[in-house]
């Protein structure tokens, strides 16, 4: 088993910038994938970043790529999403998730990808 524990939200006016971490314990050697959800009042929860598990293949929502940077320390078991440029509508809940799998394509993007989650943590961005 892994357990997943975000860290890093809170309120930041629209332009600044958050930095979201996720600290891993128990079976961290499985992890594979990793990747960041989030979720917005009456939204559904929708993909945000992807890394794999060496750190050199990262995927993005179009709607954060160029403003939001995934990565993991694999030493420190903590996975980390840098958020710039911050809006109001990126307001949400944000979940790390994880997997012993890697994905490929769209896959990638399902929240049923991902064995292991948080219980997330929430960013507010004011206009």
């Known amino acids: 088993q892994v357990q997943l524990v975000e860290s890093g939200g809170g309120l930041v006016q629209a332009g600044g910038s958050l930095r979201l971490s996720c600290a891993a314990s128990?079976?961290?050697?499985?992890?594979?994938?990793v990747g960041w959800f989030r979720q917005a009042p009456g939204k559904e929860r929708e993909f945000v970043a992807a890394i794999g598990r060496s750190g050199g293949n990262t995927i993005y929502a179009d709607s954060v790529k160029g403003r939001f940077t995934i990565s993991r320390d694999n030493t420190k078991n903590t996975f980390d999403l840098q958020m710039n440029s911050l809006k109001p509508e990126d307001t949400a809940i944000y979940y790390c998730a994880a997997d012993w799998r890697g994905c490929s394509g769209y896959g990638c993007y399902r929240p049923n990808s991902y064995d292991y989650w948080g219980q997330g943590t929430q960013a507010t961005v004011s206009s």
């Open positions: 128990g079976h961290t050697s499985t992890i594979y994938l």
